[in-house]
């Protein structure tokens, strides 16, 4: 039985990746944990000017292990409907 749901922790602890699967389409959902921002100062600022240099901040990041990546992409594969392409 596939499983309809995935979650995967960022490896800053901020943030939680949920993948869950409903009918024919897949929902990411980025989830916050705990209060205070787990970035210093330096880091922050690099954000602050890359919304100021480009105008476009990020909505979110969530950053994975490789093998939390090979979660991601096995939930993934499992879950994908194969349909063949008509042309």
């Given at each position: 039985?596939?499983?309809?749901?995935?979650?995967?922790?960022?490896?800053?602890?901020?943030?939680l990746l949920e993948?869950?699967?409903?009918?024919?389409?897949f929902n990411f959902?980025?989830?916050r944990l705990g209060?205070?921002?787990?970035?210093?100062?330096?880091?922050?600022?690099?954000?602050?000017?890359?919304?100021?240099?480009?105008?476009?901040?990020?909505?979110?990041?969530?950053?994975?292990?490789?093998?939390?990546?090979?979660?991601?992409?096995?939930?993934?594969?499992?879950?994908?409907?194969?349909?063949?392409?008509?042309?």
């Amino acid at each position: 039985m596939k499983e309809n749901n995935l979650f995967v922790k960022c490896l800053c602890s901020a943030h939680l990746l949920e993948i869950q699967k409903d009918e024919s389409e897949f929902n990411f959902s980025i989830w916050r944990l705990g209060g205070e921002s787990p970035f210093g100062f330096k880091e922050r600022l690099r954000w602050a000017w890359h919304i100021l240099k480009t105008g476009k901040p990020w909505a979110d990041s969530v950053m994975v292990c490789e093998d939390d990546a090979a979660k991601i992409a096995g939930f993934l594969n499992r879950n994908i409907e194969t349909k063949a392409i008509k042309k």
